[in-house]
Nanobody, 119 residues
Framework: QVQVVESGGGLVQAGGSLRLSCVAS???????MRWYRQTPGNQRNWVAS???????NYEESVQGRFTISRDNAKKTVYLEMNNLKPEDTGVYYC??????????????WGQGTQVTVSS
């Protein structure tokens, strides 16, 4: 059974930092790993992604402040968030891509972790 668990959220003042972690288990071979953010009443929006080869990409508003990284041995993806702003507030979800022979990559989601940035 595949499980994806995020952690590391919390309450922080503007300008502060947080490090989110997301661990996958029972998933086999992992492809792309991504972080998303969702605020009440809004859709889940993509924040950052990292490919299996380590190439990264960021949403424009977090470029230069957030860093996504992965540890393949631990099947973990991280999101280092610096210089946080109130608009970074939301529930952060990770999405883990599962690679299976002969099938398209499928995504598994965690339950989310709340990040609140106070002004």
């Amino acid at each position: 059974q595949v499980q994806v668990v995020e952690s590391g959220g919390g309450l922080v003042q503007a300008g502060g930092s947080l490090r989110l972690s997301c661990v996958a288990s029972g998933i086999g071979t992992i492809g792309g790993m991504r972080w998303y953010r969702q605020t009440p009443g809004n859709q889940r929006n993509w924040v950052a992604s990292i490919t299996s080869s380590g190439a990264t990409n960021y949403e424009e508003s977090v470029q230069g402040r957030f860093t996504i990284s992965r540890d393949n041995a631990k099947k973990t993806v991280y999101l280092e968030m610096n210089n946080l702003k109130p608009e970074d507030t939301g529930v952060y979800y990770c999405s883990i891509g599962r690679i299976q022979l002969g099938r398209p990559e499928s995504a598994y989601w965690g339950q989310g972790t709340q990040v609140t940035v106070s002004s």
